[in-house]
């Protein structure tokens, strides 16, 4: 079983930075895609970001150029750098794992709930 333990969430005035992480567990890490998905009130979970094993990205045309997809395999972590935020970014943030590389979703975490205020 995987388990993604996601961190970093808060309030932020908008064009402020937040860095969410999210630890997994096992041997799963080095092997599958991870990604970062966003799921505002009233609308559906949309893909943020996606990273591969072998660290190539996926962006969600609304962030690229502000938010960073990376991972630390030997930390077993993947971490969200969202600079130049929104208030639009206002989101509960997941953490997920899994296939395909490009929106990974059989795992997923709790949640981090992340407010861009103006």
């Known amino acids: 079983q995987v388990q993604l333990v996601e961190s970093g969430g808060g309030l932020v005035q908008a064009g402020g930075s937040l860095r969410l992480s999210c630890a997994a567990s096992?041997?799963?890490?080095?092997?599958?895609?991870m990604g970062w998905y966003r799921q505002a009130p009233g609308k559906q979970r949309e893909l943020v970001a996606a990273i591969s094993s072998g660290h190539r990205t996926n962006y969600a045309n609304s962030v690229k150029g502000r938010f960073t997809v990376s991972r630390d395999n030997a930390k077993n972590t993947v971490y969200l750098q969202m600079n130049s935020l929104k208030p639009e970014d206002t989101a509960v943030y997941y953490c997920?794992?899994?296939?395909?590389?490009?929106?990974?979703?059989?795992?997923w975490g709790q949640g981090t709930q992340v407010t861009v205020s103006s």
């Open positions: 997920a794992a899994g296939w395909p590389w490009d929106r990974p979703d059989d795992y």
């Open positions: 096992g041997r799963f890490f080095n092997s599958g895609a």
